[in-house]
């Protein structure tokens, strides 16, 4: 095996997702109580003591709600950029120094046998990324929580064997929905998430149709639905000539359940 990647939930209530190599196992994002975490990685037959590292996104509490706990109750170290550790430091509870570990956007850096390149986001946070993990020619992205993604980021997730990526609104959905003005402008701005029309543009510029998997992720409770999510991304890339069960391989990450545990072999 070279890489396995499963999305343990993700959703506009809580993220985690799992990614384990021949010697790495790690968390990216730790959006649920301690307690449901180590629930649904028993579903992925995943003991939580056999983790290596949890890493972060950025600091909102949809992304670290169960860190603290779990860094205290198994010893894992836990990995973000200084600007979100100053962020978080006060929600998650104390962490052992040696727990604590601090990198920089856009600078790659090795965590066992994974290459990882933590790729700047635009969001409302301290300092947000998504990650590209690499290991013998296999290659991740994640991208959540971004009001855009630009010509820098398409450039740098190309290629990519499994893309979680998010389809966090209908836009038309958010527009005449119950949210407040100013929070519909912040989720609409360049700060805010990516839009399923957004999600369906992005993926057309870098797909290839070389049996990509593509997960659908961090999708909002109020103003999508898994069928507009879809369809949306699903009719851009048929109009573009993709099969999304043949030259690639599209789905939804389930908002409280593991799904989509992929199998990289080398």
Known sequence: MSLKFCSLASGSSGNALYIESN???ILVDAGFSGKVIENLLLKANVLPESLDAILITHEHI??????????????????????TWLAMLNK???????????????????LRDLDIHP????????????????KNNKKISILTDTGI???????????????????????????????????????????????????????????TGNQENVILGHLSQEN??????????NNYLTNLGLDTNRDIFLSLANRSNISNQIILEP
């Open 224 to 233: 999508n639905t898994e069928q507009m999510a879809y369809d949306t991304v």
């Open 62 to 83: 949809d992304h670290i709600k169960g860190a603290g706990v779990l860094s205290r109750r198994y010893n894992i170290p836990i990995l973000a950029n200084e600007e």
């Open 149 to 207: 993604i630009n010509q820098r980021m398409k450039n740098l997730i190309s290629g990519s064997d499994v893309y979680l990526i998010e389809a966090n609104h209908d836009i038309e959905m958010l527009k005449n929905g119950s949210y407040s003005y100013n929070l519909k402008k912040r989720i609409l701005s360049v700060k805010g998430h990516l839009s399923n029309e957004d999600c369906a543009f992005t993926l057309g510029e870098v797909l």
């Open 92 to 110: 998650i509870g104390k962490i052992e120094e040696k727990n604590i570990i601090v990198f920089k956007n856009d600078i790659d850096f090795t």
């Open 23 to 25: 010697k790495t196992k």
């Open 119 to 134: 790729i700047s986001t635009y969001h409302d946070s301290a300092n947000s990324c998504g990650y590209i993990i690499n």
